[in-house]
């Protein structure tokens, strides 16, 4: 079976999937031997900021890892120190273009947020006028989802779910800091104002399935067809970016049939396959680019305990593997 990942016998007929071959680690960037790289994520090295800070000597400490391995780190460390991003391209001044697609003002801003799951959903919620009081905690000026679809009429299927979630947001004089490209009647005028701190805010939005979400990402129109009535916020716009790297990854037939432990049992997923080093950089960027608000969102199961929202890159490596499979 031509699996990207190897199968072993392991205790008579259960099978046993060495996932680390599958999983994409940020040092996949240097394009190291398999050898190699299998020693550095054995040992817990699976960065490269990591490997800058290690010495020769700490190095070839390592079981299995020579002076050929370290010849190999070293190399990829120079060329990809070269082509890392500055400080100042990760970190943009306010009002700097972090991507292709224009940040237009409008009187409603959507935004999306990916929640892990099985198989997972995207969030579909948005900003706009203030809604009529509502319960504690309800945020005041989130669009209601009848009104979602006429923001992006034909676009969002019928299948999609109502839901509420809990968004982890900015809060600037007892509200939630609005999204700078939102104009009309604001509640609060909060633009360039130091957020207090974190609120957690209920809101409604529309949870769409992963062909769904596939779907409506490639298909959102340019901002300028829409503006100033609605536009996608930076979190969307970059989600969007994301499933496009999905598209030509299934066009390139880059996937591969894999196996995921279910307790004792296995399911069959297809996985991605990155084996382009162009590939694993446009993750890598797309990660450090995803505004905090596109990873805000997370679902209250009602039990009091709120989960906190997950990282930039573990979150996108979940939302490329589930819309490939």
């Known amino acids: 079976m031509g699996c990207a990942g190897r199968i072993h016998w392991e205790h008579g007929n259960h099978f046993r999937l060495l996932a680390d071959e599958q999983t994409l680690h940020p040092i ?3 394009d190291l031997s398999p050898r190699a790289r299998a020693v550095l994520v054995q040992a817990g090295l699976t960065m490269p900021e990591d490997l800058s800070r290690s010495s020769d000597e700490e190095l070839l400490a390592l079981h299995g890892f020579g002076p050929v391995s370290l010849r190999e780190v070293r190399q990829g460390l120079a060329v990809w120190e070269r082509e890392r991003p500055s400080d100042a391209e990760e970190d943009p ?10 940040l237009l003002p409008a009187r409603v ?3 999306a947020a990916w929640l892990p799951g099985s ?3 995207l969030f579909l919620w948005g900003e706009g006028a203030a809604l009529p009081s509502g319960p504690p905690g309800q945020h005041p000026f989130h669009v209601p989802p009848a009104a979602l679809r006429d923001a992006l009429p034909d676009l969002i299927p019928e299948t999609a779910e109502k839901l509420t979630a809990a968004a982890h947001l900015p809060v600037v004089d007892g509200l939630p800091q609005a999204s700078p490209q939102l ?3 604001r509640l609060v005028d909060d633009n360039g104002a130091a957020a207090d701190g974190l609120g957690l805010w209920r809101v409604d939005g529309l949870a769409l ?3 769904s979400a596939l779907n409506l990402l490639n298909s959102l129109p340019p901002p300028h067809d829409t503006a100033p009535r609605a536009v996608p916020g930076a979190d969307l716009a970059l989600w969007s970016l994301a499933a496009k790297l999905v598209l030509e990854l299934l066009a390139r037939q880059q996937f591969a049939p894999s196996l995921i432990r279910n307790g004792a049992s296995f399911s069959a997923v297809w996985v991605p396959v990155f084996d382009q080093p162009e590939d694993l950089r446009r ?3 797309l990660s450090r680019a995803l505004p905090a608000v596109g990873r805000a969102l997370v679902l209250d199961d009602g039990s009091g305990e709120v989960p906190e929202p997950c990282a930039s890159r573990p979150l996108l490596k979940v939302f490329v593997g589930t819309l490939v499979d």
Do not use: N, Y
């Not at 001044?93 to 224009?102: E, H, L, M, T």
């Open 28 to 30: 996949d960037l240097l």
């Open 93 to 102: 001044a306010p009002g700097a273009k972090r991507d292709p697609v224009p």
């Open 109 to 111: 801003v959507l935004h």
């Open 119 to 121: 198989p997972g959903r």
């Open 183 to 185: 104009i009309g009647d």
């Open 209 to 211: 399935s992963p062909c």
């Open 283 to 285: 993750v890598e960027q």
